[in-house]
């Protein structure tokens, strides 16, 4: 894999199921370096596979569909002449589409009243004079109040904050009338769903008089008509979000976090399934064990359960959660990472991805998955061989190490991933196949503070992130470094983020190991990140400890034990690593006569390496083999 063949990496939507489970209908995007942006359109395909995938729009970028319970109509997004995405709403039996919605700042992912008649929705409400109609430079000043004012790929969100919307009756004539705004007041509201009898939303917010200095979400309840006076469902102690009726209306089902007495411990939470009274008449109860494993992405209500996805020793497993709570049933596991999936009419579909593949939609039965499509192109990917190590204490680390052809021995590039809790897994991964196409082994681990693999694994770098990360790490490389096809005398290390952070503290830490290293978008300075980053404020305290050990934790401390050569990668739009954290780590090796270089991207966020402009995507790959070509 070269860096332009990211044109050739998909990416598959959540499939939505007609009613009767016999179609299926999904969104397939790609990279596009002609028009530098990602292009897309709705395919679908009969579930019993006596067909292939057939293209179903011709949108520049379509999105998010949905089907609505009648399987009349298929509403989804897409850009409208500003870029901005509205919700249209297509003929299932075909026809052309219709625009729905006409918000300023776009509409968020529709969901469909029980009657089929209206659609949910959130969209962003602009303050007046304020990014319409106006350039940036010229709007009026903003008045900050509260520490949450601002999110990474976003931006300022105190002057736009995010409202729940009822579109007028879906009509088929193709005119859209006036939507009805159901919330009000300085919140920002998401995830929305219909009661049954279409007499309520539900919906995810912080509503309440402490939001700005914890974590605290609550599921909340309304009438879908203006004016409507919220009713909070669950308790105020939780992070929750998701919710979801029972098919009597009785009962919420929901994702969510404990986050501690003090309400802002997020460090380690082992994400679970949740269920409460919807009247609230009794506190939430957990359906999912505490220890994990760790759930992740929507929840789906179905006849004997709640489906679910739940990360896995570096896998994400298709669950169902018993009503009743307990260990959860896999229905799709392994060595696959499950991306979304949907269930309807008696049928089952999921996309999963696994090593070879960005993704595949499968149906689901009880004899395994049956797979529906196979848009996979491009170079055929390099295998990723498990491993698992031991760190100092005996400690069990789980990992993977990708080879390039030849024989070897192979210079070695160590990969470090953010989060810290996230972590690397069965899936194709451009990052190690660019790296290893062009040479060099790739290495790459889940430490203690990595999700996936328990509670107690997620906080065991709690006050110590720097040192306990870098023992599990710096064993895994060993383990590796075991196997005579690696050349331990030409060893990179990289990583982005939480892993920028890791690059850093390892290169002051062992930089005798290194010929050269990359940190991009990393927290270096614990400090300025409190105050700079849009999480700063919530952030440090539960995972580093108090501000009097920010110092000794922070990798800008031991800058000036960095022996390696050094390139810095940001992007100057990052507000969640800011661009000051890079800048500072140049100034203080630059300034010392030490081999640095910094790279910095316009316009870009956090997620460059993700979903940054493609061009943008390929130049950074460059940028890397350059660097390791010159030091590998």
Same mark, same amino acid.
């Given at each position: 894999?070269?860096?332009?063949?990211?044109?050739?990496?998909?990416?598959?939507?959540?499939?939505?199921?007609?009613?009767?489970?016999?179609?299926? !209908?999904?969104?397939?995007?790609?990279?596009?370096?002609?028009?530098?942006?990602?292009?897309?359109?709705? &395919?679908?395909?009969?579930?019993?596979?006596?067909?292939?995938?057939?293209?179903?729009?011709?949108?520049?970028?379509?999105?998010?569909?949905?089907?609505?319970?009648?399987?009349?109509?298929?509403?989804?997004?897409?850009?409208?002449?500003?870029?901005?995405?509205?919700?249209?709403?297509?003929?299932?039996?075909?026809?052309?589409? &219709?625009?729905?919605?006409?918000?300023?700042?776009?509409?968020?992912?529709?969901?469909?009243?029980?009657?089929?008649?209206?659609?949910?929705?959130?969209?962003?409400?602009?303050?007046?004079?304020?990014?319409?109609?106006?350039?940036?430079?010229?709007?009026?000043?903003?008045?900050?109040?509260?520490?949450?004012?601002?999110?990474?790929?976003?931006?300022?969100?105190?002057?736009?904050?995010?409202?729940?919307?009822?579109? +007028?009756?879906?009509?088929?004539?193709?005119?859209?009338?006036?939507?009805?705004?159901?919330?009000?007041?300085?919140?920002?509201?998401?995830?929305?769903?219909?009661?049954?009898?279409?007499?309520?939303?539900?919906?995810?917010?912080?509503?309440?008089?402490?939001?700005?200095?914890?974590?605290?979400?609550? !599921?909340?309840?309304?009438?879908?008509?203006?004016?409507?006076?919220?009713?909070?469902?669950? +308790?105020?102690?939780?992070?929750?979000?998701?919710?979801?009726?029972?098919?009597?209306?009785?009962?919420?089902?929901?994702?969510?976090?404990?986050?501690?007495?003090?309400?802002?411990?997020?460090?380690?939470?082992?994400?679970?399934?949740?269920?409460?009274?919807?009247?609230?008449?009794?506190?939430?109860?957990?359906?999912?064990?505490?220890?994990?494993?760790?759930?992740?992405?929507?929840?789906?209500?179905?006849?004997?359960?709640?489906?679910?996805?739940?990360?896995?020793?570096?896998?994400?497993?298709?669950?169902?959660?018993?009503?009743?709570?307990?260990?959860?049933?896999? %229905?799709?596991?392994? =060595?696959?990472?499950?991306?979304?999936?949907?269930? +309807?009419?008696?049928?089952?579909?999921?996309?999963?991805?696994? @090593?070879?593949?960005?993704?595949?939609?499968? !149906?689901?039965?009880?004899?395994?998955?049956?797979?529906?499509?196979?848009?996979?192109?491009?170079?055929?990917?390099?295998?990723?061989?498990?491993?698992?190590?031991?760190?100092?204490?005996?400690?069990?680390?789980?990992? /993977?190490?990708?080879?390039?052809?030849?024989?070897?021995?192979?210079?070695?590039?160590?990969?470090?991933?953010?989060?810290?809790?996230?972590?690397?897994?069965?899936?194709?991964?451009?990052?190690?196949?660019?790296?290893?196409?062009?040479?060099?082994?790739?290495?790459?681990?889940?430490?203690?503070?990595?999700?996936?693999?328990?509670?107690?694994?997620?906080?065991?770098?709690?006050? +110590? !992130?720097?040192?306990?990360?870098?023992?599990?790490?710096?064993?895994?490389?060993?383990?590796?470094?075991?196997?005579?096809?690696?050349?331990?005398?030409?060893?990179?290390?990289?990583? @982005?983020?939480?892993?920028?952070?890791?690059?850093? /503290?390892?290169?002051?830490?062992?930089?005798?190991?290194?010929?050269?290293?990359?940190?991009?978008?990393?927290?270096?300075?614990?400090?300025?990140?409190?105050?700079?980053?849009?999480? @700063?404020?919530?952030?440090?305290?539960?995972?580093?400890?108090?501000?009097?050990?920010?110092?000794?934790?922070?990798?800008?401390?031991?800058?000036?034990?960095?022996?390696?050569?050094?390139?810095?990668?940001?992007?100057?739009?990052? &507000?969640?690593?800011?661009?000051?954290?890079?800048?500072?780590?140049?100034?203080?090796? =630059?300034?010392?006569?030490?081999?640095?270089?910094? %790279?910095?991207?316009?316009?870009?966020?956090?997620?460059?390496?993700?979903?940054?402009?493609?061009?943008?995507?390929?130049?950074?790959?460059?940028?890397?083999?350059?660097?390791?070509?010159?030091?590998?």
């Amino acid at each position: 894999m070269k860096p332009a063949d990211i044109v050739h990496l998909h990416s598959l939507s959540a499939p939505t199921l007609s009613p009767d489970g016999r179609r299926a !209908v999904f969104a397939v995007t790609r990279p596009d370096l002609e028009e530098d942006a990602y292009l897309g359109s709705l &395919w679908s395909v009969p579930t019993d596979g006596s067909a292939p995938p057939a293209r179903l729009t011709r949108g520049a970028r379509d999105s998010g569909p949905v089907f609505s319970p009648d399987g009349r109509w298929i509403a989804f997004l897409r850009p409208d002449e500003d870029g901005r995405a509205q919700i249209h709403v297509l003929p299932a039996d075909g026809g052309e589409p &219709w625009k729905v919605t006409s918000h300023p700042l776009g509409a968020g992912a529709p969901c469909w009243s029980p009657d089929s008649g209206r659609l949910a929705y959130t969209a962003r409400v602009p303050e007046p004079g304020r990014y319409v109609d106006v350039e940036p430079g010229k709007e009026p000043p903003r008045r900050i109040t509260q520490l949450k004012y601002r999110l990474d790929g976003l931006g300022f969100t105190n002057d736009r904050r995010s409202h729940v919307f009822v579109s +007028a009756p879906v009509d088929a004539s193709g005119e859209a009338g006036e939507p009805v705004r159901v919330t009000g007041g300085d919140f920002e509201h998401a995830d929305v769903a219909w009661r049954p009898d279409g007499s309520e939303l539900l919906f995810a917010a912080s509503r309440h008089g402490t939001r700005d200095t914890d974590l605290v979400q609550d !599921v909340w309840a309304c009438a879908p008509e203006e004016g409507a006076l919220p009713r909070r469902v669950t +308790a105020g102690d939780l992070d929750a979000w998701g919710g979801r009726f029972s098919g009597d209306g009785s009962t919420v089902f929901f994702s969510g976090d404990e986050i501690g007495p003090g309400l802002d411990d997020f460090v380690g939470q082992t994400t679970g399934v949740w269920s409460v009274p919807a009247d609230a008449s009794a506190a939430p109860t957990r359906l999912t064990p505490g220890e994990g494993p760790r759930m992740t992405g929507p929840l789906l209500v179905v006849a004997d359960g709640v489906l679910g996805l739940a990360e896995n020793r570096g896998a994400v497993d298709l669950v169902l959660v018993p009503f009743g709570g307990g260990v959860p049933r896999v %229905l799709v596991g392994d =060595k696959v990472q499950v991306q979304s999936f949907d269930s +309807a009419g008696g049928v089952t579909v999921a996309v999963v991805a696994d @090593g070879r593949s960005s993704g595949e939609l499968v !149906v689901v039965s009880g004899d395994g998955v049956r797979r529906l499509t196979g848009f996979a192109r491009g170079p055929a990917p390099l295998p990723m061989a498990e491993l698992t190590a031991h760190a100092p204490d005996g400690y069990p680390v789980h990992g /993977w190490v990708t080879l390039p052809e030849g024989e070897g021995p192979h210079p070695v590039v160590l990969m470090v991933h953010g989060g810290p809790f996230a972590s690397y897994g069965h899936q194709l991964f451009d990052e190690t196949q660019v790296y290893a196409a062009a040479g060099y082994a790739v290495v790459m681990c889940n430490p203690r503070g990595s999700s996936g693999y328990g509670h107690e694994h997620g906080r065991a770098i709690i006050g +110590a !992130v720097g040192e306990v990360s870098a023992g599990d790490v710096m064993a895994f490389l060993d383990a590796a470094l075991e196997d005579g096809r690696l050349d331990s005398s030409r060893v990179g290390v990289m990583g @982005g983020s939480h892993g920028g952070f890791m690059t850093t /503290w390892i290169a002051a830490h062992h930089g005798g190991r290194f010929r050269a290293a990359i940190s991009e978008r990393a927290v270096n300075s614990i400090d300025s990140f409190h105050g700079s980053s849009d999480i @700063g404020p919530l952030f440090p305290r539960p995972l580093y400890g108090p501000p009097e050990v920010w110092a000794g934790e922070s990798p800008l401390t031991y800058a000036d034990r960095i022996g390696a050569p050094f390139l810095i990668i940001h992007s100057e739009e990052d &507000w969640r690593c800011p661009v000051e954290q890079a800048q500072r780590l140049f100034a203080a090796l =630059k300034l010392r006569g030490h081999e640095v270089e910094m %790279l910095l991207f316009p316009g870009e966020g956090h997620e460059l390496s993700r979903s940054g402009l493609p061009s943008h995507r390929v130049a950074r790959f460059e940028a890397v083999l350059d660097w390791w070509r010159r030091h590998l």
